[in-house]
């Protein structure tokens, strides 16, 4: 058997290298490049001796002792990295600690007697299992409270495996509706009065399908509901419906027949920080106006808008999926270039700025298009995709 | 871990009364041994074969394979705007990053009968070195990192350093990007834990091959036998199969709160959707459009996928386990989500819906399908 091929020594080495970053932590704590390289080349080497290790015993050319070892050496290796790294890398510490226990339990396994290694094994499967089983059952059903005891278990025993290897998933896929996509569409106003639209998802800006698919999960982290019921809700309406008719032109009123739900969605305190993000995001993606390198942001108009699904019937009647009725724009918010929203106390915030189309047939069709109004569009509407230009 | 196969081989007949090896066999009297084996055995013992029985690594090892490749896809895909995702300026910038692992507070019903809740936690044990690394050079240093590492897992070199490596490269950009992420993300993450576990570079896989010239000059005359079977591999495939179960019921299960999944229109839901769907093809559109021209046969195509839909995933995890409804049941897996594949555009969600399938596929299978279409036709095609 050459070295290479003894996993003892790959680990030795990874312990050297990890302590030679320990030293330089102490002596030349300003060298943090050359150290976290050691750190990372250290883990790399004690991983890979580990893992021959692990192949070499399941050919039985491997004692369980010598896997042990390996595997305590990893812990060690792993329990000295922990320790030479910065307090600011707060979370590689939480990993390199999650780590060197869990190494530390596999040397432990590799000692145990076959029968003790089986219960081991199946004590595992059990918590793995339950914990998956109450990351399903803790999510609330539609209009009622999650389970009490689902979520406790969730939340005090299973919540950091959960978390830490990201099994959370509740696998709730398009359940209990198929919902419909929410989109973000976003006026970018430059200091010079000029301005573009950036609009996510869109397939033709984004270089390929798994990029779409991320965009319109981007959409969907602005879409959760803040579950409180909005204050004075009569006295806001009634300057949302005002400031609309005082605008130039006249902005739908909504009608106060319609569920408070549907008019106004205020997103949780998690989609607003969101969207600060987002608007951030911006700025510094759209900085200056095309060959206008001297002109700034001005401020960053964010839409979130629900496109509806097109019933069977409409379709049947030759109508088309992108017509412009079918979308709902809310208003989340005018941004300045750090990100802060402007106006709180904006008459128009989270309220929808209805697009609609004349309901009598013997005019000609004509579309009343409160979002364009309201972001200072004053060009003819192409009906086309995304309805506004 | 990998230590599980000591012994095993004494108690089962080095894996020849392997609960995969009756599936296959095609004797009548044979099966009829095998059932008769099975049920003279008690609750421990049928318990026992479940979990430790060694099967071939064949299954695990095309698992490991194809999920080194959706891997690299996925991690590949992060180039085209990794700035955005993992950047300090990205769509979540780094102040909005810390601000969810540390200071979000997180709530839980009271033990009383009241509607009170209790604030448990303001951090969440959220990792990544996307956190620490602010740089964008040192960010594409760490990516082209992880996708080497990923190639390498797809390509079975340094197989287990390098699924491990893999894991903790997916969990940076998942963690670290939380607002990108959708079903697939999940998926990918199960086939990596699981993987990390398997002993996947058994087979199909370049250590496979390093080790078996190794033993060829070594001048073992056995050099070019199939891997032995593995209690690991038998292990992981059930932990794979099980979380496959729940994955299908849990879906199922909440699909059946809604009322669309009940009156067949939740098909319309999920066809339709302009966002989702091919609809910018005329040709997808066009048969919607015909479809919704013809009440009855909408009706029907609707109905009978949501049906079909539900009954999968409902049945799925207890008529997997029957081995005259298994490969219907494959089948049927494999059909709805080569369908999501297709008209949804959830190609990588599907694939690795697909590979997580490949648990429920006998090893046997695998090794005749590969060993003589591909390996076979390969060989002929070099001679």
Redesign the interface.
Same mark, same amino acid.
């Given at each position: 058997m050459n070295l290479l091929q003894k996993p003892t020594l790959w680990v030795a080495t990874a312990i050297l290298l990890t302590l030679s970053a320990f030293g330089l932590n102490t002596l030349f704590p300003d060298l943090v490049t050359f150290r976290a390289s050691l750190l990372v080349l250290g883990f790399?080497i004690g991983?890979?001796g580990?893992?021959i290790a692990?192949?070499q015993?399941?050919h039985?050319n491997l004692s369980?002792g010598v896997?042990a070892l390996t595997t305590f050496g990893l812990s060690f290796e792993l329990f000295i990295t922990t320790n030479s790294m910065d307090a600011?890398?707060d979370?590689?510490i939480?990993?390199s600690s999650v780590f060197t226990g869990v190494s530390l339990f596999?040397g432990i396994?590799?000692l145990l007697p @076959?029968l003790a290694?089986?219960t081991t094994?199946?004590c595992f499967?059990l918590f793995?299992?339950a914990s998956?089983?109450t990351a399903?059952t803790s999510?609330e059903?539609?209009n009622a !409270?999650a389970s009490?005891l689902a979520? #406790?278990l969730w +939340? $005090?025993y299973f *919540?950091?495996y959960l978390?830490?290897? =990201? /099994?959370n998933? +509740?696998?709730?896929? $398009?359940?209990?509706?198929?919902?419909?996509?929410v /989109?973000l569409w976003s006026k970018i106003q430059y200091g010079d009065g000029s301005f573009r639209w950036f609009k996510i998802?869109n397939?033709t800006e984004s270089?390929?399908? %798994?990029? =779409?698919? *991320? %965009?319109?999960?981007?959409t969907e982290?602005t879409n959760v509901a803040s579950s409180n019921t909005p204050d004075n809700w009569e006295e806001k309406l009634q300057r949302r419906n005002l400031a609309g008719l005082a605008n130039q032109p006249q902005i739908t009123p909504l009608n106060r027949s319609m569920s408070q739900s549907y008019m106004f969605k205020e997103p949780a305190d998690?989609s607003k920080?969101?969207l600060?993000? =987002?608007a951030?995001?911006l700025t510094?993606?759209f900085t200056h106006p095309v060959d206008k390198p001297e002109v700034n942001i001005d401020n960053i108009k964010i839409y979130r808008v629900t496109?509806s699904?097109?019933t069977?019937?409409d %379709?049947?009647r030759?109508e088309s999926?992108?017509d412009a009725t079918l979308y709902y724009p809310y208003f989340m918010g005018s941004f300045d270039k750090k990100?802060n929203l402007i106006d709180p106390n904006d008459a128009f915030l989270y309220f929808l700025l209805p697009i609609t189309r004349n309901a009598n047939p013997n005019e000609p069709s004509t579309l009343n298009h409160s979002l364009d109004i309201h972001a200072g569009d004053v060009k003819a509407v192409p009906e086309k995709e995304g309805g506004n230009p | 871990?990998?230590?599980?196969?000591?012994?095993?081989s004494s108690t089962t007949n080095g894996g020849k009364n392997s609960i995969f090896d009756r599936t296959t066999s095609s004797s009548k009297n044979t099966n009829n041994s095998a059932n008769n084996l099975e049920d003279s055995l008690g609750w421990f013992e049928k318990f &026992?074969r479940f979990?430790?029985t060694p099967v071939a690594p064949n299954s695990i090892g095309l698992i490991r394979l194809l999920t080194g490749c959706l891997i690299f $896809?996925?991690t590949l895909?992060y180039s085209?705007?990794l700035l955005?995702?993992v950047g300090p &300026?990205?769509?979540? #910038?780094q102040?909005?990053a810390d601000?969810? *692992?540390k200071d979000?507070p %997180?709530y839980?019903?009271a033990?009383e009968w009241s509607e009170n809740t209790i604030e448990?936690t303001k951090t969440?044990?959220?990792?990544?070195?996307f =956190?620490?690394t602010t740089s964008p050079f040192w960010i594409w240093v760490f990516h082209l990192g992880f996708l080497s590492a990923n190639f390498f897992m797809a390509v079975g070199l340094?197989? *287990?350093?390098s699924t491990?490596?893999s894991w903790?490269g997916a @969990?940076a950009y998942?963690?670290r990007a939380?607002?990108? @992420?959708?079903?697939?993300? +999940?998926m990918i993450?199960?086939l990596l834990?699981y993987m990390m576990i398997a !002993?996947g570079?058994?087979i199909y896989s370049l &250590?496979h091959f390093f080790q078996k010239m190794r033993r060829k000059k070594a001048g073992d005359p056995n050099w070019n036998e199939s891997p032995k079977p593995?209690v @690991?591999s038998n292990?992981v495939t059930r932990?794979i199969q099980?979380?496959f179960c729940?994955?299908y019921f849990?879906?199922a299960t909440?699909?059946l709160?809604?009322?669309?999944?009940w009156n067949g229109t +939740?098909l319309?839901?999920?066809l339709?959707?302009?966002?989702?769907n091919p609809?910018?093809i005329s040709l997808y559109?066009s048969l919607?459009?015909f479809?919704?021209?013809h009440?009855v046969l909408?009706e029907i195509i609707m109905t009978t996928g949501c049906v079909y839909t539900i009954v999968l995933e409902s049945s799925f995890p207890f008529l997997v386990w029957n081995r005259k409804l298994k490969w219907i049941m494959i089948c049927g897996s494999i059909t709805l989500h080569t369908g999501i594949g297709l008209l949804m555009? /959830?190609?990588?969600f599907s694939l690795c819906m697909i590979t997580l399938v490949l648990g429920f596929v006998p090893p046997e299978f695998i090794k005749s399908l590969i060993d003589r279409h591909i390996i076979g036709r390969f060989r002929r095609s070099s001679v």
């Open positions: 790399i991983l890979s580990f893992s692990c192949a015993n399941l039985a369980n896997l600011s890398w979370s590689l939480l990993t596999v396994f590799a @076959l290694k089986k094994a199946i499967v793995h299992f998956i089983v399903v999510i059903p539609p !409270p009490w979520t #406790n +939340a $005090y *919540r950091h978390t830490f290897a =990201y /099994l998933n +509740a696998y709730h896929f $398009y359940s209990p509706e198929p919902g419909p996509p /989109l998802p397939r270089p390929i399908q %798994m990029h =779409y698919q *991320r %965009m319109l999960s981007v982290s998690y920080r969101m600060s993000s =987002y951030l995001y510094k993606k496109h699904i097109i069977p019937t %379709m049947s030759g999926a992108l990100g | 871990m990998s230590t599980l196969n000591e012994g095993s &026992d979990w430790f $896809y996925i895909c085209f705007e955005a995702f &300026d990205g769509i979540v #910038n102040a909005l601000h969810f *692992r979000t %997180m839980v019903m033990p448990i969440n044990l959220s990792w990544s070195i =956190y620490h340094f197989s *287990r350093t491990i490596i903790i @969990l998942i963690h939380p607002s990108g @992420l959708f079903g697939m993300d +999940a993450v199960i834990f !002993p570079g058994e &250590d593995l @690991l292990f932990m099980i979380h729940i994955i849990a879906a909440s699909k709160q809604g009322s669309s999944w +939740a319309w839901g999920v339709a959707n302009y966002s989702f609809m910018h559109t919607l459009v479809l919704t021209k009440k909408w555009g /959830l190609t990588t």
